[in-house]
């Protein structure tokens, strides 16, 4: 039975390999479904967030695994709306992918709420004025979208195609395909905006707070540019990884330096805006009678961390990723693939956790938090579903159609 | 006293000269709003308490070391108010009646953005199931709903005795509560009545002829978002310790 459901042309490790590769997550997906299950029953005790630290580790993750997902919008909006053929490799990965983003973040949001069960309400009384109503309609929206982008790639399946009525199903979907990675992208542009807006627009927190451009805070734009610009590089390391894991050969080389191509472009005009926006910043909030430099004197939340997101992490990967020379060069490829998404790993922890641990009060003192093992744990646990979900489409589905090419050649 | 016809705007004054960190306020809040005990494993992070009280230290030596108390609640921000703008489900509401800023606890769904968004510190989440030992449950206030495991609070200026204080204006006939009927039980508990709550709209209120004399100020005043709580010192160092805000170099004058 495994063997009839793996795509033709391809070979895929023994059912034994396989299972000892699962099980350790199966694992972790066990400890971490408990760690959820204290939450729920027992609230938010079990976790280390406090009156001052009212988000953590959680939001911290939805916000970066959101941006490193956003590479499932981008690819179908190049792929779909702009016709770039050569994305055509990647999209089915980047689609699994983007669904697995986005179905974790909003599994962990539903954990991280006091009262899951009225999650309903926002959608009953939403205040239209909130940005998190804007991320709860968007992430719904969004997800259905990429339920339905998922689907197709579910039906290709060697077995599923037997049946008709699939095929035929699968058929009408995927010409109807433009017009959901079009909805797609709209949806996605605005809840990676808001969710640059939920600090932006915080004007009791100077260190995340930004003037508006029309109605929405400048962290809205510089949010979707860098979701875009490290979604492809997110697509191409992950690519990279399960080729090493399978040790196969998955895209053609050159898939790699289109990504990576991408990436950098974008990635270059999101450092330029990023620096210019944080030197409005640096005028902005002068004027509110705070002292942009204070903000970096605070234990270890030196300027080094601005220093290291905005040219360690941003102007250095983004002018790599624009060198030929370097796009030639896998391993300098994902190198510099790898540090574009630690920088905006960095940037998210920085928005998430420096701006509720920096006091506001003049007699506030700085805090400090560090997640509890139930926190960790249920982290871990959307890893772990993560790469389960991942590690089931590429055994069973064509996440790769250059695969079977590459594999006769 | 008689408000004026326009809409009441209901704030306070404290007078920090005057308060001497008793914590009576926070004890007569509690009891009025149903906030539950702390239970054994509750933190000064975790614990709920509407009105917090922090000390102030000038930061010399002995003998010229001074302190003041700053009682600190919700601070009825009337203009932007940061958690009404941020909830996603209106479960935070400005009362274009009173200038109250209320919360819904039974339509908060406890993401806490709110409290994100608060500048003062001055929202609690309900970590804990609230749990009150037997017979305790029976001085709980009837006025007032307690609340459930999960949801956010913060100071209402105890809407309770506003709703009490309509009933009673409704009653006799009057269109809207007089001041002499309404006041928050922090004030009415202070031993030292450092505590005024009052009408800031009505020229002739205590509090407005207070909150406008050259010893008031408010907290994070630059934030623009008009708080309706006012501080009142004589000390010049006060005023220079909270003018100065926290990415300046005081967070060591804390002790809060």
Redesign the interface.
Known sequence: MDKQLIARGVTRTSLKNFYLWILPWCLLLAVGLYAVFLCLAK???QTN???????GLWIYLDLTVIALGAGAFFTGFLLYVLKRKELKAVINSAVVIGFICYSGAVAVLGV?????L??W??F????V?????EV?FCITCYLTVLAIEYIPVVLKNRKLKKVPSMLVFEFELHKLMVVFAAVGTFLSFFHQGSLGG?YG???????AFRPALGIWPTTFFLFILSAAAVGPSFIMLTTWAASKISRKSLVKPDVYRYLGKISGSLLIFYIILKAVDTMFWINTVST????????Y??QEFGTWILFTEIVVLGLVPAIMLLSRRVRANQKLLITAGAMACAGIVLNRYVMTIQ??A??????????SYVPSWQEVATFLAVLSYGMLVYSFSFRYLTLFPQEREIQSV | METTQKSPRYGMVIDVDRCTGCGNCMVACAVENNVPPAQA?V?E???MTWMRV???DNGLPFPENRSVY?P?SCQQCDH?T?CQ???????VEYDIESGIVAQIPV???????C???????A???????PEWADGIERTLNPDVSAR?????EKCNFCHGRLQAARAKAAADGRKTESESDYTTACAECCPTQAIRFGNLADPKSEVSILSKSPSAFR??E????EPKVYFRSEQEWVHT???????????E????
């Open positions: 609230g938010l005790n967030m406090d009156n001052r630290f009212s988000f991280d709420v006091g009262q899951p009225r999650s309400f926002t009953w009384h939403p205040n004025h909130s940005m998190l109503t709860t939920l627009v915080l004007v009791g927190r100077p260190f509110k009678g705070f002292s942009p430099a204070g903000f004197r605070m701006t509720l920096l006091p506001t009060l003049p007699f506030d003192v700085f805090m | 494993k933190t992070r975790t614990g922090s000390k102030l700053l600190v932007h940061p703008s941020v909830c996603p489900q209106n479960a339509r908060c769904f406890g993401c806490r953005y409290m994100t968004a608060c500048p003062y510190h929202r609690y989440y309900n970590w804990f199931d459930m495991r999960g949801v956010v907290l994070l630059d934030l623009g978002t310790i909270v003018k100065k805000t926290s990415s300046s170099e005081l967070k004058h804390s002790n809060g």
